[in-house]
């Protein structure tokens, strides 16, 4: 039986509460010695009789920790009298500081307590709650190496901070009224408010005002339901759907709740729900979709403004253009968003590093970011350290360094500079926090890509070998290591033959990732013009006589539609692509319900509503063959749907067989791929899968034919996974 020992603890041990734990187990297990952090590990000198108890019980962690290893070491010398938390020191950067998470039960409890120490305090939060990413500056967590540092603690906070009995013993974020961050409400020309910046806050709202708010990692725009139009108006976004923050029992009145949809809703993590209206046409002015973006307060300040406002709900978007960083400090705020919002309720906390609302449906992560990002994952890649620079879409970051990955936030889309910068940014800092020394640096296919010209820069500087990734050979290295015929679904990306690839069936195991099947390569007249105008993309698809007498039903010129046309004869100015998120696209022109695209997606979001009231019936699916691959033929497709739309079948319907056949057919190709080549396994990834029909038919069809399915739900299935799976694919190429 042992009665001493140095106990080293790796894992995200840092900014969880993790040395004042260890201490008050010392206590009560009568354990004298020391408790020390060591960058991404912590070591635990530790004399008493019962020891071995007290090492089962350090072995379980906090809440907000994560134990990747223990191991004990002899120990010689003499018990100390008493058992001690050290100062910090440097060490191994395995580990990682933990996201920022939802305000804890016990802290809101606080905040609402008549008469205590932090009623009514905005920021309050101790060891297992509040912000953690975006306010540290450096490794080791300590309040010195984060925006905290601005505020020294009182000598009530600096009392709870050293008593072993409290909760925010140690807690780095300790702040209360009296010496912590502060509130302030301006007019959007700077001039101050006067009053209670959230009681005056929430009246302004309720009065129809349109507020933006500083949050943990950058602003939102907030206004009720009523002003959603005119918010809309204001950003130049009329069409896009808007996420909403309510209160729980709002959000479960107007939305269909599963039981896990419920858990995710109120985890710690406190992402944005995707959810199913319980009224499809409901809450228009906030989303036309049959579906609703819903979070919870995950902030003091949140659930302070919701018991001062009159309104269950509020719209709450980013307060920033879409793909381009967050705002994050007042002055940016008071220069971008004027003309846009009435107020800004801001704080004077610092916000390090930015960070989004993170958003999930189906259980499936649609953008890694708060509560869920940095993303930390146990991984054997080899000995080379690995910078994975994302798409251009919906980037981010990913770093491998001896057995761990560390994924950042959502960026953006990498098309302009200032993304351009906060790309280098976050990959400066994640780099720095993880004393990365990269070995490769890896990149998407395309060219033209901003990122690839990081990357290269990159490489350049650190003389690191530098691998290019086809877009969705990284999509399926995202979703599997193991030997798998892979199914990417999704918008764009560059491929082998410098075509637009986007709906692709691959068979092997990464790296070697044969493409096997996809769908039929098809014109896009004008290129990236036919993503804004579906109608383009339908007559690349289905150039006929039927559908020119369409376009010109609706409008379109007789020049309009010979100048289309000859565009499509002869070639010129046209790319090719077997994109389904296109396909889609067309879909939606067909039924006329999407002509002109205003947000990413929004055509074949459009048509998943139209089809979410229809019935699916079973087409007959026409199949090529085309270099080695199979084809499916999606201009059949579409002139099936074109010939029963025409002959009177509701739209609703057509919408809903589209997706089902086009699932269908993609599925098909997919089994017929893993039987020849007798591999087990189907994967799948890309944006399209979050459509829940043809994600589902997929599914079904892949396990009635006896192979088993795999996804992952641990990494965005749109473009989020892009740099995850470059890092992978790094990681197992060959020296």
């Given amino acids: 039986m042992h009665t001493r020992g140095t106990i080293i603890i790796r894992g995200i041990v840092q900014g969880v509460g993790f040395r004042p734990f260890v201490y008050a187990k010392a206590r009560e297990f009568g354990i004298t010695g020391t408790v020390k952090n060591l960058g991404s590990e912590v070591e635990i000198h530790a004399f008493g009789d019962r020891f071995e108890e007290f090492l089962e019980a350090v072995s379980k962690g906090t809440p907000l920790s994560h134990i ?6 002899n120990l010689c010398g003499n018990p100390p009298d008493t058992f001690t938390i050290l100062d910090s020191g440097s060490g191994s950067l395995s580990g990682f500081i933990p996201t920022d998470v939802a305000t804890c039960d016990d802290c809101i409890a606080d ?5 205590g120490r932090y009623e009514g305090y905005w920021a309050t939060s101790c060891v297992n709650c509040g912000p953690r990413y975006s306010i540290i ?7 010195e190496r984060t925006s905290m540092a601005e505020f020294p603690v009182c000598p009530a906070c600096g009392s709870e901070y050293t008593d072993p009995s409290c909760r925010r013993h140690h807690a780095q974020t300790i702040a209360c009224a009296a010496c912590g961050p502060h509130l302030a409400l301006f007019r959007a020309d700077g001039t101050p408010v006067a009053g209670d910046p959230i009681r005056e806050a929430a009246a302004l709202l309720d009065a129809g005002s349109i507020v933006a708010i500083r949050g943990i990692g950058g602003f939102h725009i907030a206004c009720t339901e009523e002003t959603a139009g005119e918010l809309k108006r204001r950003l130049g976004r009329t069409e896009q759907p808007l996420a909403v923050m309510a209160t729980p029992e709002e959000v479960e009145r107007i939305a269909a709740v599963s039981d896990e949809e419920r858990r995710i809703l109120h985890s710690r993590e406190r992402p944005i729900m995707v959810l199913a209206k319980r009224d499809p046409a409901s809450h228009p002015a906030i989303s036309s979709l049959h579906t609703m973006g819903c979070m919870l307060p995950y902030t003091g300040l949140h659930h302070l403004l919701f018991v001062n406002l009159a309104h269950p709900l509020l719209v709450m978007t980013s307060a920033n253009l879409p793909g381009y960083p967050m705002i994050t400090d007042l002055a940016t705020a008071l220069e971008r968003l004027s003309g846009q919002v009435d107020y800004i309720l801001t704080h004077d906390r610092r916000i390090v590093n930015r960070c989004d609302d993170s958003v999930v449906r189906d259980g499936y992560i649609i953008r890694l970011s708060r509560g869920l990002a940095p993303k930390r994952a146990a991984i054997d890649l080899g000995d080379a350290c690995i910078l994975g620079v994302g798409p251009e879409l919906n980037a981010n970051i990913s770093v491998y360094k001896k057995g761990f990955c560390i994924t950042s936030p959502h960026v953006g889309n990498v098309r302009n500079p200032q993304t351009l910068a906060y790309l280098q940014e976050t990959a400066e800092r994640l780099g720095g926090l993880t004393g990365a020394r ?14 690839t010209r990081y990357a290269k820069e990159v490489a350049e500087a650190t003389g690191a070998q530098l691998l290019a990734v086809q877009h969705h050979r990284a999509h399926i290295a995202a979703a599997t290591r193991e030997e798998c015929v892979g199914i990417a679904i999704d918008g764009v990306g560059y491929g082998d033959d410098a075509t637009i690839w986007g709906g692709e069936v691959f068979a092997g195991q990464v790296p070697h990732l044969d493409r096997v099947a996809h769908l039929e390569v098809v014109p896009m007249p004008g290129g990236d013009l036919a993503t804004r105008f579906p109608e383009r993309m339908l007559y690349g698809i289905l150039p006929t006589s039927g559908v020119r007498d369409m376009l010109a039903s609706r409008g379109w010129s007789d020049i309009e539609l010979a100048v289309l046309v000859r565009q499509v004869e002869r070639g010129l100015n046209v790319a090719a692509t077997s994109s389904t998120g296109r396909v889609l696209d067309a879909a939606a022109a067909l039924l006329g319900i999407c ?3 205003t947000y990413d997606g929004e055509p074949a979001m459009k048509l998943e509503t139209a089809a979410y009231i229809g019935k699916p019936s079973a087409w007959d699916l026409d199949f090529l063959r085309e270099d080695g691959c199979e084809v499916l033929s999606t201009r059949s497709l579409l002139a099936e749907a ?17 997706q089902y056949n086009l699932a269908r057919g993609v599925a098909a190709m997919a089994v017929r791929a893993a039987e020849e080549r007798g591999i087990p396994r189907v994967a799948l990834s890309g944006g399209v899968a979050y459509n829940r029909a043809i994600r589902e038919t997929i599914r079904a069809e892949v396990l009635a034919a006896g192979l088993e399915f795999v996804m992952n739900k641990e990494y965005p299935l749109g473009d989020g996974c892009i740099s995850f799976g470059q890092v992978v694919y790094g990681g197992s190429v060959e020296e």
């Fill in 642 to 658: 074109h010939r029963r739309r025409t002959a009177g079948e509701r739209a609703s319907d057509v919408a809903a067989s589209i």
């Fill in 595 to 597: 002509r002109e695209r």
């Fill in 438 to 451: 990269y070995d490769r640096v890896v990149h998407d296919l395309h060219p033209q890509f901003l990122s």
């Fill in 137 to 143: 500056t450096a490794i080791p967590y300590d309040r």
């Fill in 111 to 115: 905040i609402f307590t008549p008469g």
């Fill in 68 to 73: 990747d290893s223990v191991d004990v070491q």
